[in-house]
């Protein structure tokens, strides 16, 4: 047993924080070493000074890092006495007054286990990719309606043994710091962004204890989208929960109030008993949703995600052993994540056959027949990126014209990917969504990046952009 610890010790990742450096301005050699990198150098040395930045700015999108400890704290260096997470809202605060009309398109992302925040971490790469896209995407917009992409990269120690077998071992252990996590300095962080959000939004109307009051109209400068994956999901969960349920109970038909514009989570590690109080509350406490509200959160659950549909319930039955329930339902809710229990999946996302003449929406044929004009164009496979993105940018905006009034029922996009509402989305146009995903729009448990799903995150995403609440 004693060499087994030690070998574990051995194996230990480093402590937080992974990135040593602050938020200044990047340096004229970091912003060449960015280039490259974005037009496909890969990253070759780690230590490199510019790869330990806490900010790095690419050509087309920002990028910023910001990481919490074991407990839960703001992670710092052993004697550091920088408040981090004041830095990260002046760092972001300062990336929106450089950008053009002042306009911030903010995707924060929270990884899972087996990640941190280092340079060439998987996560960190395929996060950079989406920014990249999302980038590419605004530039297809007119000028004046164009935001500055900035990707916030929430970071923990994910991974805390390097060693591949004993890297599997860690999973409780690792749940356990995330459930730390979710209840630490994050919450901080959370409450911050959402402010700062808020503080630049649009009109919208809200319900208070007099009734629903509109409030003045101001310029949306900032957009946010929150995405989490597998323990990464389980903190947004946990961090959020409360904030949904309070929305979730509030009387009248306004449009819901959201925490930022929309967050997704992917395959997250957390049992549906988590969940039941927001599923429930949804339900029960009568709030009547507009048939035109767009969805609060996103539950996406791959059906071949073997981590979350079979080795998370066998370890919640050895761990639950000696816990009692209720009901058969609650016995499921117990060992099950949501997306895998019926109870809860309120959507199915899959990917259309080709052969159905529906499958690509036409404005993405249209889109794709102005870049190639072959008949290979509308697969969502060999489409171009450029026209793929242009396709969506329009359905996008196709879905924002007059008479469009209900979202969620039947939805196509231009990767071949369909939306589809199960009779279990009740009550009518509830904004909590929990979408089962075919194996071949997620394959596992980290394919999270792949086009299918890319492409769902990105038009829900503009759509919620488009809404005026």
């Not at 970091?30 to 330990?52: K, L, M, N, S, V």
């Not at 630490?184 to 809200?206: H, I, K, M, N, T």
């Not at 997704?264 to 599923?279: D, Q, S």
């Not at 816990?323 to 809860?344: C, F, I, M, V, W």
């Amino acid at each position: 047993m004693l060499s087994f610890v030690l070998l574990g010790l051995a194996g230990c990742s480093p402590l937080m924080p992974t990135r040593k450096a602050h938020y200044t301005q990047s340096p004229s050699e970091c912003r060449a070493t960015y280039e490259r990198h974005a037009a496909g150098q890969p990253i070759a040395d780690t230590q490199d000074a510019c790869w330990q930045r806490s900010l790095e700015q690419m050509p087309h999108y920002d990028l910023a890092f910001t990481e919490f400890d074991e407990q839960g704290w703001v992670a710092r260096q052993e004697g550091e006495t920088t408040d981090r997470l004041t830095e990260t809202m002046s760092a972001l605060h300062r990336l929106q007054q450089q950008s053009p009309g002042r306009r911030i398109s903010l995707v924060v992302y929270v990884h899972g286990w087996k990640h941190n925040a280092a340079a060439n971490d998987s996560n960190v790469r395929e996060f950079r990719a989406l920014l990249q896209s999302l980038a590419i995407q605004e530039r297809e917009r007119p000028q004046a309606e164009q935001y500055r992409v900035v990707g916030l990269y929430v970071g923990w120690r994910g991974g805390s043994i390097d060693m591949p077998v004993l890297q599997e071992l860690s999973f409780w252990d690792r749940k356990s710091t995330a459930k730390r996590v979710a209840g630490g300095s994050v919450q901080e962080l959370f409450a911050r962004l959402d402010r700062w959000r808020d503080g630049e939004s649009s009109s919208r109307r809200r319900s208070t204890p007099s009734g629903v009051t509109e409030e003045p109209a101001k310029e949306n400068l900032v957009r946010m989208l929150t995405i989490g994956h597998s323990m990464g999901g389980q903190i947004l969960m946990e961090g959020l929960t409360q904030t949904f349920v309070h929305a979730a109970t509030r009387p009248g038909d306004a449009h819901l109030s959201r925490y930022g514009d929309l967050v997704i989570v992917v395959n997250p590690a957390i049992e549906g008993t988590r969940y039941e109080a927001l599923h429930a509350a949804a339900r029960r406490l009568g709030n009547t949703y507009r048939s035109d509200q767009l969805p609060v959160l996103i539950n996406v659950t791959g059906e071949a995600d073997w981590a979350t549909g079979k080795a998370f319930p066998a370890a919640r039955f050895l761990n639950t052993l000696l816990e009692s329930t209720a009901s058969p339902e609650q016995y499921k809710a117990n060992l099950l994540p949501p997306g895998h229990d019926a109870r809860y999946q309120t959507h199915r996302l899959t990917a259309c056959k080709a052969e159905d003449p529906d499958c690509i929406p036409s404005v993405c044929k249209d889109a794709s027949s102005l870049a190639r004009n072959t008949p290979s164009s509308t697969d969502p496979v060999n489409m171009p990126e450029d026209a793929l993105l242009k396709g969506e940018t329009r359905l996008v905006d196709s879905k924002t014209l007059p008479g469009r009034t209900s979202y969620g029922n039947d939805e196509r996009y231009c990767t071949g990917a369909h939306l589809q509402a199960e009779s279990n989305w009740q009550p009518d146009w509830n904004p909590f969504w929990t979408v089962k995903a075919s194996e071949d729009v997620i394959n596992g448990h980290n394919d999270i990046y792949n086009h299918h799903l890319q492409g769902f995150i990105r038009v829900m995403h503009g759509l919620v952009k488009r809404a005026v609440h």
